[in-house]
């Protein structure tokens, strides 16, 4: 795995800000979230999740067959590839959720309250609440290599000039990832999307410390609970 500096990363035109304020970085970094990204609520470009067509699962496919399907073919990908029922029956749950600054439910949720959600209901995993402390935890090991992306890992963006983290999804497939966006509530984006590919700060790996099961001295990537592959 490629690892670099955090003073490495390729900001783009955040870069510059990041200079301004390396002074006074980590107090920026741990106020900063992005429930504070609210002057950018009209540059999320994420994807409109169009009905899934009807004709794509069987009529007497299991619930969890068709929630398979219909993320395979949003995902681009081979239904079959997808084993994770636990996840993507989660994002169905919450998707379209409309965004809400500092929201917490399915009334309206912020980009790193629905992070924080899913990672404890689907992986048993607590991170702190916002974006930026989300990519410090020592849960989740940042790395930059675009070819390193695994479902599951977490996307981190500077949406907001003066911010070095300040949005947060989870990648998925195919350059796709799920976040909760100020424009389209809980939706779907691709990283190569011109808005999030000139944002994109770091990835993270989030990691499970057996030892708080086990007892053993033992760490291992996420792993879903009741995952099937």
């Not at 690892?3 to 106020?31: E, T």
């Not at 079959?80 to 029956?89: C, E, F, G, I, R």
């Not at 379209?96 to 959600?117: H, L, M």
Request: aromatic content about 12%; charged content about 20%.
């Amino acid at each position: 795995m490629k690892r670099i500096s955090f003073f490495h990363y390729s900001f783009n035109s955040c870069s510059a800000d990041l200079m301004a304020v390396a002074g006074s970085f980590c107090l920026l970094v741990f106020l900063a979230s992005c429930t504070g990204s609210r002057k950018s609520a009209n540059q999320y470009q994420t994807i409109v999740v169009k009905p899934p067509d009807p004709t794509a699962a069987a009529a007497n496919a299991s619930p969890e067959k068709r929630t398979i399907t219909k993320y395979a073919a949003y995902l681009k990908i081979d239904p079959d590839s997808l084993k994770n029922v636990v996840l993507y029956t989660f994002i169905d749950k919450w998707m379209k959720t409309p965004y809400k600054y500092g929201g917490n439910d399915e009334n309206g949720i912020d980009c790193s309250a629905f992070i924080q959600r899913l990672l404890n209901d689907v992986y048993n995993i607590q991170v702190p609440r916002t974006s930026a402390q989300q990519f410090f935890t020592k849960n989740v090991e940042p790395f930059h290599d675009n070819s390193y992306f695994s479902e599951g890992d977490l996307v981190f963006f500077c949406t907001v000039p003066g911010n070095p983290i300040s949005h947060v999804g989870m990648y998925l497939r195919n350059r796709y990832f799920i976040n909760a966006s100020t424009s389209s509530g809980v939706s779907l984006a691709n990283l190569d999307d011109p808005y999030w590919k000139k944002r994109f700060v770091a990835a993270g790996r989030v990691k499970v410390n057996k030892q708080l099961a086990t007892g053993n001295k033992q760490t291992t990537t996420t792993q879903p609970k009741n995952n099937k592959q």
